[in-house]
């Protein structure tokens, strides 16, 4: 099993900054990618970034610029550094964990971010 802990979430005021962090631990699996959703209230789910285990990244095109997702394998942890940051970034932020060799998804249990205008 995995087990996927996230911290750093908060109120902060537009064009400030915040930063996530996410931890994975196994003693099974092998991570392969980290990543950060969000779900805001009465949306869908979306992704916002992912770092695979060679140092890919993917983000949306809503945070492009402005988000910067980093990891240390070693540590098995990913963070999520926001920066200039707006309203509608508001929402529950959740952490993925996908494993290797299986490709099963584990999700940690969210953590809020309040942008205030």
């Known amino acids: 099993q995995v087990q996927v802990v996230e911290s750093g979430g908060g109120l902060v005021q537009a064009g400030g900054s915040l930063r996530l962090s996410c931890a994975a631990s196994t003693s099974i699996f092998s991570v392969n990618a980290m990543g950060w959703f969000r779900q805001a209230p009465g949306k869908q789910r979306e992704l916002v970034a992912r770092i695979t285990n060679d140092d890919s990244t993917y983000y949306t095109d809503a945070v492009k610029g402005r988000f910067t997702i980093f990891r240390d394998n070693a540590e098995n942890t990913a963070y999520l550094q926001m920066a200039s940051l707006k309203s509608e970034d508001t929402a529950v932020y959740y952490c993925?964990?996908?494993?290797?060799?299986?490709?099963?998804?584990?999700w940690g249990q969210g953590t809020q971010v309040t942008v205030s205008s």
């Open positions: 993925n964990v996908r494993v290797h060799p299986l490709g099963l998804e584990y």
